[in-house]
């Protein structure tokens, strides 16, 4: 009982910037690590960028220095800070988090429903 909400892709111009939002909401005891994945058409899904419980982050090389990951743990949500958008970025996007829904279980992985974010040249 764990849903994803994702929000905020759209359509911009090579250059422009976009913020993702992903909300995690139902029966959560805690979430470790976040992250954004996408996929573009024809490709396989990569992992974009990831934030851990503790604020660690890493990232994607291709987009070190332009994208930022966040987290507000009370709120359950991670965001995605795009900066200097390439059309190499076109892709969906989608949330995944690890949560434990009680004390006792183990950590389980949940992902967002996706969101498309295009960029024009």
């Known amino acids: 009982q764990v849903q994803l909400v994702e929000s905020g892709g759209g359509l911009v111009q090579a250059g422009g910037s976009l913020r993702l939002s992903c909300a995690a909401s139902?029966?959560?005891?805690?979430?470790?690590?976040m992250g954004w994945y996408r996929q573009a058409p024809g490709k396989q899904r990569e992992l974009v960028a990831a934030i851990s419980a503790g604020g660690s982050t890493n990232y994607v090389d291709s987009v070190k220095g332009r994208f930022t990951i966040s987290r507000d743990n009370a709120k359950n949500t991670v965001y995605l800070q795009m900066n200097s958008l390439k059309p190499e970025d076109t892709a969906v996007y989608y949330c995944?988090?690890?949560?434990?829904?009680?004390?006792?279980?183990?950590?389980?992985?949940?992902w967002g429903q996706g969101t498309q974010v295009t960029v024009s040249s």
């Open positions: 139902g029966s959560i005891f805690s979430i470790n690590v």
């Open positions: 995944n988090v690890q949560a434990k829904r009680t004390v006792v279980t183990g950590t389980s992985s949940y």
